[in-house]
């Protein structure tokens, strides 16, 4: 078993007995449910990050994506600069490794070792387990972007002051999209089967979805399809967020849909030993 149970033993400090001064027993007041949603989402934020193949997935390969697209010319005529265009696909692409292709196979593993289950039953309970999974991504989200950002910036990129707000929340609702497709992958087949379809997802995602080259760059028998994709409407969206400093209604659209039709599916199917 992995080491998520000390997640649940942090997450109620007061449920054990404990002695006064005057001699007498008592118990000490539980520790509320957003103390152990946070207790939890910092046990499994740390967990992700002390994971070396994790650590790689995340921030490694993103920022050599980072620095490949900006002296090659994949992205020449499509903005002021290639870096300009580049790092919005790159923060994309983040989103989509700690939120997909990450939690899927950290929830894959602990559901296979019956750490799911046995976190279930405690205070912490099943909501609480979900929303300290979300929390780890949005807190491991929030340094890979600034770790590319600080990158970028030393390449010259120069994003709008207004491009933050849009940009900012269409990461949130794409990471709250690939943590549903996410969590659905580990929750209905075998963590062996988890690990390849979300490593081989990441890859195709990746380099065809229309996350790091835009879907003018790809086939054009891809192109309508690709838009419909989480990965598409995440890039894309981006893109025009940094670069235009608008938000894109259609592809935010469809980031909702994927959100809501993937959380539903997860939690109808999910199968938690």
């Known amino acids: 078993m992995n080491g998520s149970a000390s997640g649940a033993a942090g997450a109620t400090p007061g449920d054990g007995p404990s002695t006064t001064l005057g001699g007498v027993s008592g118990r000490q007041d539980p520790a509320s449910l957003l103390r152990r949603v946070l207790l939890q989402g910092k046990y499994e934020s740390l967990a992700m990050l002390r994971n070396g193949e994790q650590l790689i997935l995340a921030v490694v390969l993103p920022l050599l994506a980072l620095v490949g697209l900006t002296v090659t010319p994949f992205l020449d005529g499509m903005g002021a600069s290639r870096i300009d265009v580049a790092v919005p696909g790159i923060l ?10 990450g939690q899927g196979i950290a929830t894959g ?9 046995f976190l279930s039953t405690t205070p912490l309970g099943r909501g609480g387990l979900i929303a300290g999974k979300a929390l780890s991504v949005l807190a491991v989200l929030c340094l890979q972007v600034v770790v590319v950002t600080v990158v970028a910036l030393s390449l010259g990129w120069q994003p709008q002051a207004g491009a933050w707000i849009p940009g900012l929340f269409l990461l949130a609702l794409g990471a709250a999209a690939f943590t549903a497709l996410g969590l659905l992958v580990a929750g209905t087949v075998r963590p062996e089967a988890t690990l390849a379809i979300t490593n081989l997802l ?6 065809l979805g229309g996350i790091v080259l835009p879907a003018e760059r790809l086939p054009a028998g891809a192109q309508a399809m690709v838009e419909f994709l989480p990965s598409g ?10 670069l235009a400093g608008t938000l894109n209604g259609g ?23």
Do not use: H, Q
């Not at 990441?202 to 380099?207: M, P, R, S, T, V």
């Not at 592809?251 to 938690?272: C, D, P």
């Open 202 to 207: 990441w890859i195709l995602l990746g380099a």
């Open 92 to 101: 994309a692409l983040c989103a989509m490794s700690t939120a997909f292709t």
């Open 251 to 273: 592809a935010t659209l469809i980031l909702l849909l994927w959100t809501v039709i993937a959380g539903a599916a997860a939690i109808r199917w999910f199968k938690w030993n």
């Open 233 to 242: 409407a995440l890039g894309e969206s981006l893109r025009e967020a940094f």
């Open 109 to 117: 593993f602990d559901r296979r070792y019956g750490v799911l289950r």
